[in-house]
């Protein structure tokens, strides 16, 4: 199975700034990449699927880049709703690995 | 619109089984698939499985294989999850979550059933 390894685990950050979060495969994956945005008692909200494509309704500030291996996800400048955790996932394959998460606190 | 409503919370003991159920509505069933992901307390997003709403093919996490069935509904827009021998570290959030995208853009989950709490306890 492939593996999903997001880092950092968690960061802190104030309003404005920009933030990026890495996603590494443990074996290539193409563009294969999912983000979500979780809040507490939520279900999950897809940001971006197949690496760079960001989904409708969600706020340009949000974007997302990589191939094979490595992504990440930035942010450019950080709102007060933004606060989250954010996950990875692979989206090709079986198992569709979720990497273990990105707390974004204030 | 799109809506996945699912059971409601259930609190089992050990050893026993629950069966969650999420019923879709506002697009053609057999359209698309449906995966389930579990979230423990405190804890990351785990996928479960998948299963067609078309055909009823299945695909299992390694770690649940023999313990987890996906089953579907047509006439009732239905999908099920059953969870048997059930062990504490089983108590969880369960999603299910309606599978969109291609085989070019890969697969990603844009609707998601509330959640239903299972918590399990003696």
Not at chain 2, 39 to 47: I, K, N, V, Y
């Amino acid at each position: 199975d492939i593996q999903m390894t997001q880092s950092p685990s968690s960061l802190s950050a104030s309003v404005g700034d920009r933030v990026t979060i890495t996603c590494r495969a443990s074996e290539s994956i193409s563009r294969y990449l999912n983000w979500y945005q979780q809040k507490p008692g939520k279900a999950p909200k897809l940001l971006i699927y197949a690496a760079s494509i960001l989904q409708s309704g969600v706020p340009s500030r949000f974007s997302g880049s990589g191939s094979g291996t490595d992504f990440t996800l930035t942010i450019s400048s950080l709102q007060p709703e933004d606060f989250a955790t954010y996950y990875c996932q692979e989206s090709h394959s079986s198992p569709r690995t979720f990497g273990q998460g990105t707390k974004v606190e204030i | 619109q799109v809506q996945l409503v699912q059971s409601g919370a259930e609190v089992l003991e050990p050893g026993a089984s629950v069966k969650v159920s999420c019923k879709a509505s506002g697009y053609t069933f057999t359209t698309y698939g449906f995966s389930w992901v579990r979230q423990a307390p405190g804890q990351g997003l785990e996928w479960m499985g998948w299963i067609s709403a078309h055909n009823g093919d299945t695909k299992y996490a390694q770690n649940l294989q023999g313990r987890v069935t996906m089953t579907r509904d047509t006439s009732t827009s239905t999908v099920y999850m059953e969870l048997r021998s059930l062990r504490f570290d089983d108590t969880a959030v369960y999603y299910c979550a309606r599978e969109g995208g291609t085989e070019s853009s890969g697969y990603y989950f844009v609707y998601w059933g509330q959640g239903t709490v299972v918590t399990v306890s003696s």
